[in-house]
Nanobody, 125 residues
């Protein structure tokens, strides 16, 4: 009942910037926490940054000071501003949402984990 669609990404030179977006759609839902992950070729998926519904943020050490996670609650959209990109940032980036689907009665509300389709970011040296 909740779908995430990612946009942004692409090819950029080292030192450049990119902005990723992740828009949620569906009916009768709200987003609790958002997370960006990435997976480089041959590597495990790793957490990049997350943001709670109160706005608290957390970053991987490798991206601190270069990436900024933000959310637009009115549009149910997540962003990742990536500046000063490095070749080691090359990966497929995924957004993830903890979504609450609201039933007519709150006691039937459900929490879902929803993933975006992934978007490729390539940073050339």
């Amino acid at each position: 009942q909740v779908r995430l669609v990612q946009s942004g990404g692409g090819l950029v030179q080292a030192g450049g910037s990119l902005r990723l977006s992740c828009a949620a759609s569906g009916s009768r839902f709200s987003i609790n926490d958002w997370t960006w992950y990435r997976q480089a070729p041959g590597e495990q998926r790793e957490l990049v940054a997350d943001i709670t519904n109160t706005g608290s943020v957390n970053y991987a050490d490798s991206v601190k000071g270069r990436f900024t996670i933000s959310r637009d609650n009115a549009r149910d959209t997540l962003f990742l501003q990536m500046d000063n990109l490095k070749p080691e940032d090359t990966a497929v980036y995924y957004c993830r949402a903890e979504a609450k689907v609201h039933a007519l009665s709150p006691k039937y509300d459900r929490t879902l984990e929803v993933w975006g389709q992934g978007t490729r970011v390539t940073v050339s040296s």
